[in-house]
């Protein structure tokens, strides 16, 4: 079943200590994204992906990292979370950006910083 | 930078009540736009979007779209909605690199 996946789905922690959260998708896209859910902001995009090797900041990228080591993987890591950073984060993919290609999203990822 | 605006935040209906959510842009060039719908405790999905061409666009569930390329418009309809339509919505533009959300609009459709 071509999907993106997500993990943890679920994750409470504490300022200061590093998490990853990672994305996988299995349908061979070349573009990949990281947006994070606030409500009344929509949909804000930290980082993206077009391909291997290639990332760039999106909208609200500071306090965030990315890597793109391999096409299928875009892991989100926050080395210092802080309490602001506390929102409900969503993965992308799509086989490239821009004319008719949709993105297929994540189950997403609630991530509480205490 | 390019934005989207969604100017109704909530809005409530009752069934078989016709819809219109409204969503501007600001970007001068070529875009691409599209609707996104999350149901209560899901992931996004795709309920239809526009490249080129016929600016009414049709998509599932008897949601459609009309791009008006003049107001910077892309607004959603749809004649005739059912409590199952009760959800968050979300415009979003492709410009360049970029895919922009709008801050979206939460809709409940009574019984």
């Known amino acids: 079943e071509a999907q993106v996946t997500q993990n943890p789905r679920y994750l409470i922690t504490v300022t200061g200590k590093k998490l990853t959260v990672t994305c996988s998708q299995n349908?061979?896209?070349?573009?990949m994204s990281w947006y994070r859910q606030d409500p009344g902001l929509g949909l804000r995009q930290i980082y993206y992906?077009?391909?291997?090797?290639?990332?760039d900041k999106g909208d609200v990228p500071e306090g965030y990292k990315v890597s793109r080591k391999e096409k299928r993987n875009f892991p989100l890591i926050l080395e210092s979370p802080s309490p602001n950073q506390t929102s409900l984060y969503f993965c992308?993919?799509?086989?490239?950006?821009?004319?008719?290609?949709?993105?297929?999203f994540g189950p997403g990822t609630r991530l509480t910083v205490l | 930078a390019q934005s989207v605006s969604q100017h109704n935040h909530h809005v409530i209906l009752s069934e078989a009540a016709s819809l219109e959510l409204g969503c501007n842009y600001s970007?001068?060039?070529?875009?691409?736009l599209f609707w996104y719908v999350q149901y209560p405790g899901q992931h996004l999905q795709l309920l239809l979007k526009?490249?080129?061409?016929?600016?009414l666009v049709k998509g599932i569930k008897g949601f459609e779209a009309e791009f008006i390329k003049s107001k910077f418009s892309f607004n959603l309809r749809k004649p005739s909605v059912q409590w199952s339509d009760t959800a968050e919505y979300f415009c979003?533009?492709?410009?360049?690199?970029?895919?922009?959300f709008g801050g979206g609009t939460r809709l409940m459709v009574k019984p």
């Open positions: 992906s077009m391909n291997v090797e290639v990332t």
């Open positions: 970007y001068g060039g070529t875009v691409n």
């Open positions: 992308a993919s799509s086989l490239r950006l821009g004319g008719f290609n949709e993105q297929f």
């Open positions: 526009y490249f080129s061409g016929d600016p």
């Open positions: 979003a533009v492709n410009a360049g690199n970029m895919l922009t």
């Open positions: 349908m061979n896209h070349e573009y």
